[in-house]
């Protein structure tokens, strides 16, 4: 759903699910491709439909060391001697067919010998010099690795929209493939406002800030594996900001910006914006990071984070990591999740909005986790974010929560 004029009419609060559903529906799937050497694909999300262009394992062969015969020559109770003439060995196949009463000597991923069906372990029988002695218990086919068992010929490997893990890469190459055609990476530009902000290394005037929001993003970006325009501090000036929105729409696919969009004096993002494109205004009931604007400027996607630190990372998480996400053509499952854990430690919560706590999570037995607060929840304190590993979800109706009761907890993982 496009945002509409009723966004902006909307005084009432949006829930934070609202708020995830219209942006992730409100967000298209970048097109481009590019092929890689499958290795710089890992991470990459797959842009075509993989078929396995051969058998694998391409012949058939023994999952054991041991002796490949025919099945119908094995004994079905005493023992028998079988003449041994070679060996099969894994990538130096024994090319004769097997004879009536022959056992090859074969080892692990030796190619079968033709006429052999079934391999009998080499702790099952007994070798004396060029002869081998088999025993009865033996089941036709055992130990034998199909040709085409893991994939065969024109099967489906993978579809498209897949984020190639370390197995899948290794799937590929087992398929022979040397590359495969992936999704361009994603644009993503991004710059701080305020007035009040200097960038690390410049001196630190009267009541002015470090802008640590640009570090946070830069993170939580690199962690997505995107390519990141950083724009640095824009003032609070209408041409400025102006001018910036037009780089990065020229520029990225998405856009991200911190600060300027409270009702502050000097917040002129809001006007800029409507200006500029189609935008939502949200206030969503959710602590921290109430106000959201989301929107598209030119074929840019848009997204206006409050400024204080933790409601950047916060509103990023919930809303803008997904997006993003969905944007690089990724169809899999969504790789944040919750777990149930018991709270030793109260914590404060009034009724009314949606409260994205910062806590410890710590494994308490199998299956079993604690969670305990971060210390100081103010929307400022950067430091909440540092000490913790996890969200803890507070519904909205949801008062104090005593110590012993269970939250739900959204673990940072390797995300954040
Ligand atoms: P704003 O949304 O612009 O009114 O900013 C809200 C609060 O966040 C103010 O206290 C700002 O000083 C602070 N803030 C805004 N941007 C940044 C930033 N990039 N780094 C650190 N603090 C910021
Ligand atoms: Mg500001």
Known sequence: MQPSCEDELNTGLLTVSEAQERILDGVPAISGTETLPVREALDRVLAVDIVSPINVPSHTNSAMDGYAVRA????????????????????????????????????TGGMMPEGADTVVMQEHVERNGDTVHIGSGHRQGQNVRAAGEDLAVGQPVFTAGRRLTAADIGVLASLGLGEVSVTRRLRVAFFSTGDE???VGEPLGPGEIYDSNRYTLYGMLRKLDVEIIDMGVVRDR????????????????AIITSGGVSVGEADFVKET???????AFWKIAMKPG?????????????????????????TFFQFVRPA?????GNTGTPDAYTVTARTTTALRKRPGRFEFQRGVL??????EFTVRSAGAQGSGILRSMSEANCFILLDPDRTNVAIGEEVTVQPFLNLI
Do not use: Y
């Open 72 to 107: 119908e020559d094995l004994p079905a109770e005493g023992v028998c001697e079988f003449p041994v003439p070679g060996t099969s060995w894994a990538g130096r196949p024994w090319l004769a067919p097997i004879k009536t009463g022959q056992a090859v000597q074969i080892m």
């Open 197 to 199: 902000l200097r960038s």
């Open 238 to 253: 209408r041409e400025l900001i102006e001018q910036a929105l037009d780089t990065a729409a020229a520029r990225a696919d």
């Open 273 to 279: 914006l409507e200006k500029l494109g189609r935008m």
């Open 290 to 314: 109430r106000p959201v604007t989301f929107g598209h400027i030119n074929n840019a996607v848009f997204f206006g984070l409050p400024g204080n630190p933790v409601s950047v990372m916060v």
């Open 324 to 328: 993003l996400v969905k944007m690089t």
């Open 362 to 367: 710590e494994q308490s037995g199998p299956g």
